[in-house]
């Protein structure tokens, strides 16, 4: 099992930045796939970004594309999500999460069986 620790979230206005963080310790980190998901009150959690082992490959949620960036660096056991233009609607609980098995993205939750306490971001003015 890998120990995922977020941090980064907090207050901030319609059209601010935010980088979030997620340390990985314990088991292996840089062979696995990684995801961000978030959840809101009230709401299912939903997938945001995914990004493969290598970095190669990344994918986004249609509702962040564009405005948040995914990314790792694989000496750190440190994933990223790099969150600009930030609405009101991106309020919510940010997870991120280790893949079960395999290097590749994926948005599909159940693939994930490593989880973070999450972070939360509020988008307020």
């Known amino acids: 099992q890998v120990q995922l620790v977020e941090s980064g979230g907090g207050l901030v206005q319609p059209g601010d930045s935010l980088r979030l963080s997620c340390a990985a310790s314990?088991?292996?980190?840089?062979?696995?796939?990684m995801g961000w998901f978030r959840q809101a009150p009230g709401k299912e959690r939903e997938f945001v970004a995914s990004i493969a082992s290598t970095s190669i490959t990344t994918y986004y949620a249609d509702s962040v594309k564009g405005r948040f960036t995914i990314s790792r660096d694989n000496v750190k056991n440190t994933v990223y999500l790099q969150m600009n233009s930030l609405k009101p609607e991106d309020t919510a609980t940010y997870y991120c999460a280790r893949r079960r098995s395999g290097s590749r993205t994926s948005s599909d939750s159940s693939d994930y069986n490593d989880w973070g306490q999450g972070t939360q971001v509020t988008v307020s003015s």
């Open positions: 314990g088991r292996t980190f840089s062979g696995y796939g």
